[in-house]
């Protein structure tokens, strides 16, 4: 072989060996970046949470007042969060909240009157969103983080990796008995409260489903405004939804994703994504005053496998009263 092909094939090896190292450098780039964008959006939806828990303490306090050692461990953990600076330390502190916060929702069962609070009830609901947000974007974090250390230690990205500092990224795993949004145990309504919300009876790690009441005490004429919410937090495959709801008698569903099924029944059907989730305003369009239900079934499934479907039935009291006089 002649040293100008050797030379050419020297040149041809050193471009393909460039052009390897920079897809391979530029690949574990990106995949880092990916997982650090991810966590941002964790940390987003744990300060949000962080903001919510004063007002939290502070309306349950207004009920509940001698369950200080609770209060105290909610708000030392929010305030490690506040002061965490590095993302382990930020990881410690959130899964601390997770821990208080489902002690104290446990305190709440325990005052009835409090589950009928209309402060509380309303930060119960964005208490319960933040959660299945939180739920979702931790597990998009922990694919993130997967796809990463696979990458940096499989050949021969690998070398590239060690050469260049590429350390792996630590998992936010949730504490053993974690994996419950803690708005579960809001739960049962009491028989007074007009607006609580209502979650599947027994808990449920694959999915979050619900159906809320946001406005549930209304004139006659008024519609009745309730929300519907369903959240995929498995990581595959798509989670099959079909909601039926029956509003009492007279009564109509007027939002455009049910339609009529017979028998006084309402119905939607919709597909989730893996870590995705929908919430669906209900409107009910009121025709006679009363104390009244809205009674309701969630079924839902994953993928083509229906032998598996989860089936539940969903009780909202609701209040119809008499139309406001004029001038009244």
Not at 6 to 32: C, P, R
Not at 131 to 138: F, G, L, Q, Y
Not at 171 to 188: D, I, L, N, R, S
């Amino acid at each position: 072989m002649s040293f100008k092909n050797i030379l050419i094939a020297i040149v041809l090896i050193g471009i393909l060996f460039g052009g390897w190292f920079l897809i391979t450098y530029n690949g574990l780039v990106s995949a880092q970046e990916g997982v650090d964008a991810q966590w941002h959006q964790v940390e987003n939806q744990y300060q949000r949470r962080a903001d919510l828990i004063p007002n939290l303490v502070e309306t349950v306090k207004a009920y509940a007042a001698q369950e200080e050692k609770i209060f105290t461990e909610v708000t030392k953990y929010r305030s490690q969060w506040n002061a965490a600076t590095t993302q382990d330390e930020k990881i410690k502190a959130a899964k601390g909240m997770d821990s208080s916060l489902s002690r104290l929702l446990v305190v709440v069962e325990n005052y009835p009157q409090l589950k009928s609070n209309e402060n509380f009830l309303a930060l119960q609901a964005q208490l319960e969103g933040t959660e299945n947000r939180i739920a979702v974007e931790r597990m998009r974090y922990n694919e993130k983080v997967r796809d990463y250390n696979t990458l940096i230690k499989r050949m021969p990205s690998s070398i590239v990796a060690n050469t260049y500092g590429f350390g792996s990224k630590s998992y936010f795993e949730a504490e053993k008995g974690a994996e419950e949004a803690p708005a579960v145990k809001f739960g049962t309504p009491a028989a007074t409260a007009t607006s609580s919300p209502l979650q599947t009876t027994t808990p449920v790690t694959s999915a979050s489903v619900g159906l809320y009441g946001e406005k549930t005490d209304v004139y006659l004429g008024e519609d009745i405004v309730l929300k519907l919410s369903a959240v995929n937090l498995i990581t595959k495959p798509v989670m099959n939804v079909q909601v039926i709801l029956i509003p009492p008698s007279g009564m109509s569903v007027t939002s455009s994703e049910f339609a009529t099924s017979g028998a006084g029944q309402y119905t939607t059907t919709y597909k989730l994504d893996p870590g995705s989730g929908k919430d669906i305003e209900v409107r009910i369009k009121t025709a006679q005053v009363g104390d009244f239900t809205v009674k309701g079934r969630i079924v839902y499934y994953f993928g083509e496998n229906t032998s598996t479907a989860e089936d539940h039935t969903l009780e909202l009291p609701i209040k119809v009263r008499a139309a406001k006089k004029p001038g009244g």
